[in-house]
């Protein structure tokens, strides 16, 4: 029975650490307001509001970065450093500077990073920064607002490979795992989106080329998370069949 006790206590005080490590995680750092930037082209710029949760001033550093598939420097950030002292709120501004009109939405990340100010009298210690990465999302003006982009995209599978195509205009954000069905098998994206007018393929790995849905866990501009969305897979072999079905008897030879 005491050998029972010690444990259980031991598994108590473990969660107990637990629990206050995920406070401290949650609570402490530079807390932006919404979990992505989202710049309207027709406003020319967009803010976020940043608060200090913790009780002495920090640092905030602010960035745009740039995804691999897009170095254009559309954003600039205003102001890049600032001082925000303990629980108060910091308004950083995101400016378009696009030459050209945009005719499909773009995607960049947004950095918060919270750095305490360097105090000459503490001496040498170790300084624990938190950052956030966010998507940062270009709406181009004129574009009508899609909350289901990913009822767009196209899914097909040819020999050993899997390709999900956008031809549309909008950023499709979605989790990294694909499930084909009917058999139940995972395929992994390289990444969590799929860009306008671009295409993502991957290999099957194992997974049956039989497959006729692409399960999608599709996510809002916002990043919430929305009922997985089945998306119909063409075949090559399909395609061929279907063409054939279609070609007009005029063009039909038929030998004597």
């Known amino acids: 029975m005491k050998s029972i006790n010690f444990k259980l206590r031991n598994v108590v005080v473990a969660a107990a650490m637990l629990a206050g490590f995920a406070n401290v995680a949650m609570a402490t750092g530079m807390v932006p307001e919404t979990s ?43 102001p890049p450093v600032a001082r925000v002292e303990g ?24 950095v ?26 270009i709406h181009p003006k004129g574009l009508a607002v899609n909350r289901e982009p990913w009822k767009e995209l196209k899914v097909s599978i040819t020999g050993d490979e899997l390709t999900i195509e956008n031809p549309s205009a909008y950023v499709v954000r979605l ?14 994206l390289p990444r969590p989106y799929v860009l306008p007018k671009t295409k993502v393929t991957v290999p099957l790995k194992g997974a049956s080329a039989a497959a006729t849905i692409a399960r999608l866990f599709p996510a809002t501009t916002y990043g919430y998370s929305v009922d997985p969305y089945d998306a119909p897979v063409t075949s090559a072999s399909a395609a ?16 004597k």
């Open 87 to 110: 629980n108060q709120t910091q308004t950083v501004r995101f400016v378009l500077q696009n030459k050209t009109p945009l005719t499909v939405e773009r995607l960049e990340r947004a």
């Open 36 to 78: 992505v930037v989202l710049v309207n082209e027709a406003d020319g710029e967009a803010t976020m509001n940043v608060k200090n949760s913790e009780s002495t001033p920090q640092l905030l550093y602010t960035s745009v970065t740039h995804i691999e598939e897009d170095q254009e420097n559309l954003v600039v950030v205003t």
């Open 175 to 188: 989790a990294q795992t694909v499930q084909l069905q009917p058999q139940q098998k995972n395929v992994e």
């Open 240 to 255: 061929a069949t279907q063409t054939q079905a279609t070609v007009p008897a005029s063009q039909v030879s038929v030998s």
């Open 112 to 137: 918060f990073e919270g750095i305490p100010p360097r105090d000459p009298k503490a001496g040498a210690r170790v300084t624990m920064t938190v950052r956030q990465d966010l998507p940062l999302v």
